[in-house]
């Protein structure tokens, strides 16, 4: 789950990082009042949950009240598009001002869970303040990493190489340290799958500060943390995405596809992905019914599919376990004709009662292709794509 920075903060803050002293508005009378209350001058910050807002108009340096306000008024209401939005971004709700910090440096502070390692891992580089994937993509070298230990956590010694790491002034290393062990802190106990700080900066006057902050949480952790649960803005996330959550069911969406793939597991939805594309086209997005699925619930996840503009033909891969092919079929089969969908479908089934599955489907008077298994869907699903012009429907 992902929270706003105004929220990250708050949580930096009790665990002992510094962060610039802010306040949330929603409207820009209450921008107007904060910007008061600090005093000098302020940042006012658009909160979505995405980043790039600096480049996107969302982050705007204030040298008075009326400005915060004037600015504030512009950014609420609004659907900010950053490169990490679709085209058609995300609702600006709340601004963040914050007091606006005398920069020196800007550095970049992370820690993630290595899937290789198994353990938290903190990621700090020098060059703060820009894109990070570019970072890792042309000078990987600036990169410095640390694991972290599963049972001892991070080592006083190890925070200290990675403030040394970061190149911060002598008089700083210290309060770095610290900040950095805080961090990992942070990380642990609220059972985050990410923390960034970007920038981390040192001011002018030798403080260190964390000016941005991004706080991922794990969500299978969140029974843990009823408190932090309470931080979801569904209104940030896309509509399907937050659709299928709600009905317990793992969907993406992918840009650029034209192929929606309905899948049982996580490996079938990858093979499934190769194999579309194989066949030529991408996937338009994936949707993984999971181990065991009720009609109900496939005629939601069909829905689902059908409701994302970019689809032009459906791939169903199958391997029917303890979720039976028949029911899948005739879940598909309701949805289809209660949205009157008219989509093709390539359909590969096999497993518990999958024949049963072919007949329900192949007398629906839907427009079906069965195929009899995964690189036989492959072939059809090739054959169907070259007979139907590219383009949305
Ligand atoms: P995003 O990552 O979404 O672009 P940031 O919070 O990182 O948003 O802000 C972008 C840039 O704006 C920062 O790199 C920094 O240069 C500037 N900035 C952000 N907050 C402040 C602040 N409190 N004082 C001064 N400059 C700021
Ligand atoms: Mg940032």
């Known amino acids: 789950m992902?929270?706003?920075?105004?929220?990250?903060?708050?949580?930096?803050?009790?665990?002992?990082?510094?962060?610039?002293?802010?306040?949330?508005?929603?409207?820009?009378?209450?921008?107007?009042?904060?910007?008061?209350?600090?005093?000098?001058?302020?940042?006012?910050?658009?909160?979505?949950?995405?980043?790039?807002?600096?480049?996107?108009?969302?982050?705007?340096?204030?040298?008075?009240?009326?400005?915060?306000?004037?600015?504030?008024?512009?950014?609420?209401?609004?659907?900010?598009?950053?490169?990490?939005?679709?085209?058609?971004?995300?609702?600006?709700?709340?601004?963040?001002?914050?007091?606006?910090?005398?920069i020196a440096d800007e550095l970049y502070l992370s820690i993630i869970v290595d899937g290789d390692l198994g353990v938290p891992v903190v990621i700090a580089s020098t060059e703060g303040g820009v894109e990070i994937e570019v970072v890792a993509e042309k000078t990987p070298e600036k990169l410095f990493r640390v694991a972290g230990d599963p049972l001892l956590g991070l080592s006083p010694y190890h925070a200290r190489d990675i403030a040394a790491a970061l190149k911060v002034p002598a008089s700083a290393q210290r309060a770095t340290a610290a900040l950095i062990s805080n961090l990992y802190r942070v990380f642990v106990e609220n059972d985050c799958s990410l923390v960034e700080i970007n920038p981390l900066v040192i001011t002018k006057s030798g403080d260190v500060i964390a000016l941005d902050a991004k706080i991922n949480l794990e969500d299978d952790a969140l029974f843990r943390h009823k408190d932090l649960a309470s931080l979801h803005d569904p209104e940030q996330e896309d509509e399907l995405e937050l659709r299928a959550h709600e009905a317990d069911l793992a969907y993406v969406k992918l840009?650029?596809?034209?192929?929606?793939?309905?899948?049982?597991?996580?490996?079938?939805?990858?093979a499934t992905m190769d194999i579309t594309k194989w066949a030529g086209a991408d996937p338009a997005n994936f949707l993984d019914i999971g181990g065991s699925a009720d009609e109900k619930r496939i005629e939601e996840a069909f829905k689902i599919i059908v409701s994302d503009?970019?689809?032009?033909?459906?791939?169903?891969?199958?391997?029917?376990?303890?979720?039976?092919?028949?029911?899948?079929?005739?879940?598909?089969?309701?949805a289809a004709k209660e949205t009157d969908a008219k989509l093709p479908m390539v359909v590969a089934m096999r497993g518990t009662n999958a024949d049963e599955g072919r007949r329900i489907l192949n007398e629906s008077g839907l427009d079906i292709s069965a195929a009899p298994d995964l690189a036989g869907a492959a072939e059809v699903l090739r054959d169907r794509l070259a007979g139907m012009k590219g383009g949305s429907r």
Do not use: W
């Open 255 to 270: 840009d650029g596809g034209r192929v929606g793939c309905m899948v049982n597991g996580a490996g079938l939805a990858m």
């Open 2 to 102: 992902n929270i706003h920075e105004y929220q990250a903060k708050d949580i930096l803050q009790r665990f002992g990082v510094p962060v610039p002293r802010g306040e949330v508005a929603s409207t820009p009378a209450e921008a107007r009042a904060a910007a008061e209350k600090l005093g000098g001058q302020v940042v006012v910050k658009a909160q979505v949950h995405a980043g790039g807002r600096g480049k996107a108009g969302g982050v705007k340096l204030a040298s008075n009240p009326d400005e915060a306000e004037k600015y504030a008024a512009g950014m609420l209401g609004t659907q900010l598009v950053t490169h990490q939005t679709g085209p058609q971004g995300v609702p600006v709700r709340k601004v963040l001002i914050a007091e606006a910090t005398d």
């Open 309 to 334: 503009k970019d689809v032009e033909i459906i791939l169903v891969n199958l391997f029917a376990g303890i979720a039976r092919a028949d029911v899948v079929a005739q879940g598909i089969v309701n």
